[in-house]
């Protein structure tokens, strides 16, 4: 914003500033925190005992504005009782409507405030300003419950009177408003809205039009609106030469009510218009659009009397330069029954001339889409052979010279297509599939590429269709998928599994076989293809009781051959097919039924997957050496130390203090730095060079070539993880070495026959710390990582032995739970009560 101050329109000095912010901020999300912080320090302001309703106004308008400009949605309730306050106790009209404005943007239908805002609005429609009733007024427009009706039905009856044509024309529009929530408030003011279609002012007149549109369907009869439309017609006709703007368009609304009266005043307007004046190309519309409520012998009658088509009068407009004249030509033709200017009936001869007719024609090639719609749909009411002649010679290839983009033939084709199957479902979908062979030909699947607007105009018709052309369609479509011995072409693969994914439960085709039609299709399409194919069968997988083996191998060898993208889709299939719970979950979490939708939903539940993985602090303690290892050497920045320097002979490291120790490996703790004597394996001192060296080895158990092997098996082998836990203050959590992972199966079977003795209960320590805990008090500790089944989200733990105590734990698996607080939730089964009692006592000590 590059205006000053006086300027910009911003109601104070702290909005110019928070307006400059967020528009210099350099990322949508360093914006969002400027209004997030601007709310908060306005709900500080909010609770000072000293805030004036001048400030109020001002942190309100503030609070829209964040509102308005936030890409995450803010809660404002806080602020809801200082605007019914403002509401209410404003001594301006500015400060009342804010008050008014922001209830009506913030407040939630139900909310325990609606009753003294609803007194408040009643207060103000008893008031003697007009400015203040009409600011009631439009509050109920905008913002009104079922609960304000009985506190203003009696004085909003009696404001339809008022001398104010302000207040006149925003009850009227109020009655319609608030007949939504009561139909029978309209029974209050029929005689009134009838008055008021006579009013002096155009306004009020429009507004008690509206209001009668919703008196006809309940209280005033044909006969009843055909009278006082029929007087209010005659009168703005009579002053349509020297009326304005306003006066127009009242006209156009009462000809747009009349289509709702069959009478003989529309003939009269017809012909008035027709043949005695030259209306506006909206009127002619209007007028063309009452014809339909005729019917078709009193307008044969009526070109009869008076010798002249309808049609007639507007022929200059087809051979206009203007295409907007051509568009409001075809559309009143639309208009008319072809009996009456085809030439179809001897006694109406056709209206338009030979070289007309070749006019209309050239049309189905124009550039704009409307009138080649509006043409189409002519000519089929004309004769159906003209359409189908013409889609005949599009698929021969017979097209415009300007149409060279197999795109835009494809839109142009489906005009047709759509025009001549008329709302009959199984129709479309045989044409929709010859169209398709035809424009991508005879290559292979593999060379042809998927037509987007195609795919795109397909779906969304159908989607914009009847259900029960829904149901026909999709029916005849997912026949494709059955015969699968049938050739299907990319681009119609692409929309049966669109299709597939969503309107899944109306298709008559069983799930197990539609997700078999696209297993037995998908290795033959391109890798695009393949995505979209298996994002319908997993959605598919979702309705199935068993995904069949041959599915899961199928999909199993595609995953073999394919690119690193299609591996990781083929993967999602393979592991949610399983977990029926989690797919059933995604496919609820999805927006709506479309495949784009469950592609997000199913992309959200991996990321937060991820998310949780990354974050979870007992998969962090449970992690391999080497992922430790790949892990720290991502993020060595972080690190206290230096990078290694290269190998050199040069000064030794010195030697680690004999106090400095670490838990090994086994879980029992040794010393580094011991003594010669001790442990010969050891004494030799390692040079920066030799950790270098020794880092890109797979295995550590000898640091450099020639050195002998431990000659105790008890003694600790190196490690990746020990490379970077020797000085790193950063990996605090325990490691647990590769040699004592589980295996699911195993946890699970070991889970399952400790049935006997069962605990569980909270530990005041996080799942880091309480795995140390275990480690420093039995030696035998086996992991599972918390992402691996069973039990995702728990990091399993097995014990075997006790190295502390003097009786032996025989068997026990623990469950850790993490939580928000720094604290775990543990259950754990054993075979014995010494066992249970040895590891329920160690965890409650905390």
Known sequence: MDVPFVSSGAISRAHYALVRKIETASSPQLADQYLLAEVDSIREQLTRPTLSLKQCRECLIILLYCSMNADLDIDLAFALPHAVNLAEAGQSVQEKRIGYLFCAEVMPEHHELQLMLVNTIRKDL????????????????????????????????????????????????????????????????????????????????????????????????????????????????????HAGVTTSQLLLKVLAMLRHVQSVVIFCVIKCCLYRSNASQAMLLQLFMLLPSCSTESLLNMQQIADKGLVQEIRHLLTSADPNENYIFFACLDCVHTILWAGTDPRAPAALEEWEVERVMQQLDSSDKFIRQKVLRILQRVDGSITEGYYSRMLQGNVAPEVVDVDELSRRMLEVIETVCNGNGELYAQHVKNMLQTLEGDAGKGKRRVLQAAVEDILVYIRNASDSFKSSCVGALFTNIIETERQISPTFIVILAALAAEYLSISAVPPIVLLRGFCERIASYVASVQDACLLCMLRIAAECTEVPADVIEVVRSLHDQSGRYIRRRCDQFMNLSLRKGALRSIVLAAKSTSLPDFMAALEAHESGQLNHAATSPQLRAAQSPERSVSRSSQTSHKLRYDAYEPPKLGPRLRRVSSNSSRTSDDGSSKFIGQSRTQHDALTRTLTPGDLALAAREEDLESLYVGSPQPADPSLPTATRVDLITLDSPFVSEPVVSASQALRSPEVESIWNRLERYNSRGWCELSVDAALERLQDNFGQIRTLRADEDPFKGELKIVITSNAVSGSAIKLAVLRLKASDEDSCLWRMRCEDTESQDAIKRLLSDA
């Open 126 to 241: 008893e008031s003697a300003t007009v400015s203040r009733i009409c600011l009631a007024l439009e509050t109920l427009i905008q913002f009104s419950t079922e609960d304000v009706v009985p506190a203003i039905r009696n004085h909003l009856t009696d404001l339809l009177a008022h001398n104010s044509l302000h207040i006149r024309r925003r009850a009227l529009l109020a009655f319609h408003r608030l007949s939504r929530h009561d139909p029978g408030i309209l029974s209050d003011a029929i005689s009134k809205v009838r008055k008021r279609l006579t009013d002096q002012s155009p306004v009020v007149v429009g507004a008690a039009l509206t209001v009668s549109a919703e008196l006809k369907s309940r209280y005033l009869s044909t006969e009843s609106l055909h009278s006082t439309l029929s007087q209010l017609l005659a009168t703005l006709w009579q002053a349509q030469s």
